[in-house]
């Protein structure tokens, strides 16, 4: 069973930093794709990173240069690191893979910035 498990978080002033961890079990963690997903009040869910199983990263322009996704083996667990924070980043952060033909999500993770 797949079990995605996500901590960190919380509350950061504007220009400061936060880190999401994301644990994975059940799975392969090396062969999969991993991505981390927001959705703010009112929004629909966007993509802020992803890895590949090979290693490579991508951001949209909206978080690149402040966020960056990485993966650690064999603690089998993706961090989001998250500098310097912007008020529209608040929102509900999520982890993502895809295993044998399923999607996986974490449980969700509050990321609340202040001016």
């Known amino acids: 069973q797949v079990r995605l498990v996500q901590s960190g978080g919380g509350s950061a002033q504007a220009g400061g930093s936060l880190t999401l961890s994301c644990a994975a079990s059940?799975?392969?963690?090396?062969?999969?794709?991993w991505s981390w997903y927001r959705q703010a009040p009112g929004k629909q869910r966007e993509l802020v990173a992803t890895i590949s199983s090979s290693g490579t990263t991508d951001y949209p322009d909206a978080v690149k240069g402040r966020f960056t996704i990485s993966r650690h083996y064999p603690q089998n667990r993706v961090t989001l690191q998250m500098n310097s924070l912007k008020v529209e980043d608040t929102a509900n952060y999520y982890c993502?893979?895809?295993?044998?033909?399923?999607?996986?999500w974490g449980q969700g993770t509050q990321v609340t910035v202040s001016s």
């Open positions: 059940g799975l392969v963690f090396t062969m999969v794709n």
């Open positions: 993502q893979t895809r295993w044998k033909q399923g999607d996986y």
